[in-house]
Nanobody
C-alpha cells in the first residue's frame, strides 16, 4: 500500500528543536522527490524542504535552521528543525509525486509557543 506516515510533531518553545520523521512505503521510496510541506490556518500549503538522492532544496524562510535527510535502509525522510519561530507553527505534511500521482501523509502538528 502506498503511504507516508509522519511523526514527531509537538509543542515547543521559540528557539527549540524538533525532529519530524516520515516513514515511506516501499512502493513510494525510490528515485523520486520526497518533501516536507506545511500549512498554517488560513494559509496555503507551502514547500518547506525537498530531497532527491543527495540533492536538497529549502524554502528561504527555513534555510540555515532546518535540515532534510533520508535513510535509504529505513525508508524514511527526516526534518530536523532548529531555532524554531512562532511562524513555524503549522501542520507539517510529508509528500511525494510518483508515477503521476501525488501522495500525502496525514500530517503532524507543530506548535511553537513564546
Amino acid at each position: 500500500q502506498a503511504r507516508l506516515v509522519e511523526s514527531g510533531g509537538g509543542l515547543v518553545q521559540t528557539g527549540g528543536s524538533l525532529r519530524l520523521s516520515c516513514a515511506v512505503s516501499d512502493s513510494l521510496f525510490g528515485d523520486n522527490v520526497v518533501g516536507w510541506y506545511r500549512q498554517a490556518p488560513g494559509n496555503q500549503r507551502e514547500m518547506v524542504a525537498t530531497i532527491r538522492g543527495d540533492s536538497t532544496r529549502y524554502a528561504d524562510s527555513v534555510k540555515g535552521r532546518f535540515t532534510i535527510s533520508r535513510d535509504n535502509v529505513k525508508k524514511a525522510v527526516y526534518l530536523q528543525m532548529n531555532s524554531l519561530k512562532l511562524e513555524d507553527t503549522a501542520v507539517y505534511y510529508c509528500g511525494t509525486y510518483y508515477l503521476g500521482d501525488t501522495y500525502w501523509g496525514q500530517g503532524t502538528q507543530v506548535t511553537v509557543s513564546s
